[in-house]
């Protein structure tokens, strides 16, 4: 892939920009828009920027290096949310994790998992964590949206920050709980991981962007509201399925239905006349409102979602964090002016 922007000539500071505003923004999205800590809490993004901040910037830089978009983009999100998941914090399989109980719903003895706990909790990683801190970022650097942003040093310090951060979170995690999972659960884990990075770097690679259809892509507007319903859908699906007393299976297959119709649509769009990098934005204005509107909702009634008390000066700080992310993304808009000319 060409780099017509020359973006790692560029002087450092405006190289760099990008890459720190997406190690800070990662955490922020992940954690605080949905309102697992507050504003008061800002000061734990000291710990949170090493895992999450520099694990979504090693999968950016990886998969543009690499010459390859956002299908890769999404297996190494994958690949990062089970190896979390599964090592690190071994949600996937403490059956009281942060004494939340997580697992309950769904619970499948012979896998020792929840199937419904592990898809939530491994696609908002996907979609949250990884992916839509990377939309805003990229929107935001403009021409540089898709070349590389990290020379050698810099991908050194962020990889060694990213091993701390992972360090920090799995002794954190064993000094909250004393549950260690088996090793037939760590090792098809880590069979998991490994084959979806290979597929990651087999199966997607990218050539020069040009429509496939005719067909004009659809306003930006309809596509972050289509984002938007879909994604609100996904989180309140198990909530009214649990108030109603339904099996599992069911929310497990709705919320299977609405990220599949999401995909398919992003699919379908994405090769049409007229699809840029705005519209990329308008995806991740859908997925940044599900998240903060959540989020504000669970502070709303006087707590936040890991169960701790939150104030009104909560809910005003949250407010100005989710006015925030919005506003990078209209500075992205701006700076985004110009179509791409490589699929992603």
């Known amino acids: 892939m060409a780099d017509p922007a020359g973006s790692l000539s560029q002087p450092f500071g405006q190289r760099i920009a990008p890459a720190l505003t997406l190690v800070l923004l990662a955490p922020v999205v992940a954690e ?14 000291v710990a949170l920027a090493p895992l999450y901040g520099c694990g979504a910037l090693l999968i950016r830089e990886i998969t543009r290096r690499a010459h390859r978009g956002w299908p890769t983009i999404i297996l190494l999100a994958l690949a990062y949310a089970l190896f979390e998941e599964a090592f690190l914090t071994q949600s996937l399989f403490n059956p009281n994790y942060v004494g939340q109980r997580l697992l309950d719903y769904g619970f499948i003895p012979s896998l020792g998992t929840s199937l419904n706990w592990t898809f939530f909790v491994l696609s908002i990683h996907i979609v949250w964590s990884i992916a839509t801190p ?70 997607f690679r990218v050539e020069p962007w040009h429509p496939s259809t005719s067909q004009a892509a659809p306003s930006r507007w309809l596509v972050c509201l289509v984002m938007l319903v879909l994604a609100s859908a996904y989180f309140a699906g198990e909530s009214i399925a649990r108030e109603r007393g339904l099996p599992p299976v069911d929310p497990l297959v709705f919320r299977l239905a609405c990220e599949a119709t999401a995909t398919w649509l992003l699919v379908i769009w994405s090769t049409r006349r007229g699809w840029d990098a705005r519209h990329y934005l308008a995806v991740a204005t859908g997925t940044t409102l599900t998240y903060f509107l959540f989020g504000l909702n669970a502070l709303m009634k006087g707590h936040t979602n890991l169960g701790a008390p939150a104030n009104a000066v909560d809910v005003a700080g949250h407010i100005a964090l989710g006015v925030a992310v919005l506003g990078l993304i209209v500075q992205g808009v701006r700076a985004s002016r110009r179509p791409t000319e490589l699929i992603e």
């Open 32 to 45: 605080f828009l949905l309102a697992d800590f507050t504003v008061r809490e800002l000061g734990i993004l």
């Open 134 to 203: 990377i939309l805003i970022a990229e929107g935001l650097a403009g021409e540089r949206r898709t070349t590389p942003w990290l020379k050698r040093p810099g991908m050194i310090v962020t990889t060694l920050l990213f091993l701390l951060g992972c360090a920090a979170t799995a002794a954190f995690s064993l000094k909250s709980s004393s549950f260690v999972a088996g090793a037939i659960q760590f090792l098809v884990s880590a069979l998991l991981i490994a084959g979806v990075i290979v597929v990651a770097f087999t199966a």
